[in-house]
């Protein structure tokens, strides 16, 4: 007699900070969830708020296991890195979950359909558009598609997906576990680059899967609108980019051999591009290979070049 397959653990990882105003409708939508076999870890970062008594009571009727712990109070990549990198932590698959957002009901299952038919021995990461919610729940629009397909090419210039939506394998966990305790510029990026840097799969699912809420307190939000992209603009050719990449150098190096020989050829391009004269660093942009996934940031990427800026 067959026995019914069962359904792999989905590690959910939540962090929080003073998050009391919307945590409970993102709580929500997890119990809305058609995949049922997830379990919560919560790393709280000092919430001064009612967010810890908003998780206990969940914690209280929820019959999943909820875990919650103290964060490293160093802000929000730390806090992720810290669940990352927790030993107290197992399971097949890992989500990171933004305290504000509302996840469409069908998000873990869509991630997870297509996570199983993945290798489990190459990283894998599953991410998708968002649905942008003002704080009344009102909806603003979609975030931008992406026409280009995810590489290591792209990600050494820009992440492709919001944290919220991303839903990964171990192998993708046990990889950004080892290079959890350098800096991160931001945790979302930092996967995005390992995975395809060591040879992984990513999935970009234009179907949104996150309700992604635009409020005065979100630490990134979405950087859609043109105030943000001139900000962003000018603090790269104030030295932003340099400093971000780096960070992301140091975090490249540790992986070693696990990258790629081919994308070790495109890191070692992007990085001798310091060190060139203007014609060089023209001529290692294209052999570097990388690509943006818009034309206004192409255009911003030659400029960051042209003025030695990356």
């Known amino acids: 007699m067959m026995t019914e397959k069962r359904?792999?653990?989905?590690?959910?990882?939540?962090g929080t900070y003073n998050g009391a105003a919307y945590i409970k409708?993102?709580?929500?939508?997890?119990?809305?969830?058609s995949f049922h076999n997830w379990e919560l870890w919560c790393s709280d970062d000092g919430s001064a708020d009612d967010t810890l008594a908003i998780l206990t009571s969940f914690?209280?009727?929820?019959?999943?296991?909820?875990?919650?712990?103290?964060?490293?109070?160093?802000?929000?990549?730390?806090?992720?890195?810290?669940?990352?990198?927790?030993?107290?932590?197992?399971?097949?698959?890992?989500?990171?979950?933004?305290q504000d957002d509302i996840w469409m009901q069908d998000k873990?299952?869509?991630?997870?359909?297509?996570?199983?038919?993945?290798?489990?021995?190459?990283?894998?990461?599953?991410?998708?558009?968002?649905q942008l919610i003002d704080d009344k729940n009102n909806p603003l629009g979609l975030s931008p598609d992406n026409s280009r397909p995810p590489s290591f090419r792209n990600a050494l210039l820009q992440n492709l997906a919001s944290g919220n939506t991303m839903v990964f394998n171990?192998?993708?966990?046990?990889?950004?576990?080892?290079?959890?305790?350098?800096?991160?510029?931001?945790?979302?990026?930092?996967?995005?680059?390992?995975?395809?840097?060591?040879?992984g799969?990513?999935?970009?699912?234009?179907?949104?899967s996150v309700l992604y809420r635009q409020h005065a307190d979100n630490l990134i939000g979405n950087g859609m609108e043109v105030r943000t992209r001139l900000n962003n603009f000018v603090r790269t050719h104030r030295g932003n980019k340099v400093a971000w990449n780096d960070c992301h150098f140091r975090m490249l190096d540790a992986l070693g051999d696990r990258l790629t020989p081919e994308n070790r050829h495109s890191l070692d391009c992007f990085r001798r591009i310091?060190?060139?004269?203007?014609?060089?660093?023209?001529?290692?942009?294209?052999?570097?290979?990388?690509?943006?996934?818009?034309?206004?940031?192409?255009l911003a990427t030659w400029t960051y070049a042209l003025f030695n800026r990356l």
């Not at 359904?7 to 939540?14: A, E, K, P």
């Not at 570097?288 to 192409?298: D, P, V």
């Open 170 to 199: 171990k192998c993708a966990r046990d990889i950004m576990k080892s290079i959890a305790h350098l800096p991160w510029v931001i945790h979302d990026w930092a996967l995005y680059l390992a995975v395809t840097g060591c040879g």
């Open 59 to 98: 914690s209280q009727q929820e019959s999943r296991p909820v875990n919650i712990v103290s964060g490293p109070r160093t802000g929000v990549c730390a806090n992720f890195q810290s669940l990352i990198a927790s030993p107290s932590i197992a399971g097949d698959y890992f989500a990171f979950s933004d």
């Open 25 to 33: 409708q993102q709580l929500d939508s997890y119990q809305a969830q």
């Open 7 to 14: 359904s792999s653990d989905v590690i959910i990882m939540l």
């Open 274 to 298: 310091r060190q060139s004269s203007w014609l060089g660093r023209m001529k290692l942009m294209r052999q570097s290979g990388i690509y943006h996934q818009k034309s206004i940031g192409a």
């Open 108 to 130: 873990l299952a869509r991630a997870v359909e297509w996570l199983e038919k993945q290798d489990p021995l190459q990283p894998a990461l599953y991410c998708s558009r968002t």
């Open 201 to 208: 799969r990513v999935w970009f699912d234009s179907q949104p």
